[in-house]
């Protein structure tokens, strides 16, 4: 079985400052992982992923994820946040099929 | 290319009703994935088709079911609506391997 942790469920953060939305995984087999970013009314568009070699990806807006396996984390980081980046964040696992199993999210409120 | 498309986008049901949600995956891809969203659950999976085969289950009553075509169009079913089955249903469609998940915009079913 699989599990994520994502420990903050809220992250206020103000306009051009550095954020980190933390996620914890657990899993008996080898995984995959995946940020996914929600916004208001909408399905889930997919921020980056890691499936195999380099531990530090990077998605196009300027956010990136480092694959630690020894403490079985994805952090999620961005060195400086918009008010468009305001928006609900999940981190997700997969095993096998197509199969993913989520976190509980973290809203990330970006304030002027 | 078309996105994942999942008709209706709204729903009101009374309790004790069934309901269908339909799902048209983006063209090429054969797997075909569920998944319940709730304040208080989260992103729960409910189940996977690939090739018109259910592959995965997740730990939902016999009440939740769910079908797949020969053009990979997958629908789902909902039997004897309970109040608790208010939720944002999500469709995923990928190539079927350990590859990203790419999402619909949901429908939001509410029973009353």
């Known amino acids: 079985a699989q599990s994520v942790t994502q420990l903050d469920s809220q992250v206020p953060v103000f306009e051009e400052a550095p954020v980190e939305l933390r996620c914890n995984y657990s899993s008996s087999v080898s995984v995959y992982l995946f940020w996914y970013v929600q916004y208001p009314n909408q399905g889930l568009q997919l921020l980056l992923k890691y499936l195999s070699g380099s531990t530090l990806v990077k998605s196009i807006n300027g956010f990136e994820a480092e694959f630690n396996k020894s403490q079985t984390s994805f952090h999620l980081r961005k060195p400086s946040v918009h008010i468009s980046d305001t928006a609900e964040y999940f981190c997700?696992?997969?095993?096998?099929?197509?199969?993913?199993?989520f976190g509980k999210g973290t809203m990330l409120l970006v304030s002027p | 290319k078309a996105g994942v498309t999942q008709t209706p986008r709204y729903l009101i049901k009374t309790r004790g009703q069934q309901v269908t949600l339909s799902c048209s995956p983006i063209?090429?891809?054969?797997?075909v994935s569920w998944y319940q969203q709730t304040p208080g659950q989260g992103l729960q999976f409910l189940f996977e088709?690939?090739?018109?085969?259910?592959?995965n289950k997740g730990n939902f009553p016999g009440r939740f079911s769910g079908r797949q075509f020969s053009n990979s169009r997958s629908e789902m079913n909902v039997s004897t609506l309970e109040l608790g089955d208010s939720a944002l249903y999500l469709c995923?469609?990928?190539?079927?391997?350990?590859?990203?998940?790419?999402f619909g915009p949901g429908t939001r079913l509410t029973v009353t």
């Open positions: 063209s090429g891809h054969r797997s």
């Open positions: 997700a696992v997969g095993s096998g099929y197509s199969t993913l199993t």
């Open positions: 088709y690939f090739s018109e085969t259910q592959r």
């Open positions: 995923a469609s990928s190539l079927g391997g350990h590859d990203e998940q790419y």
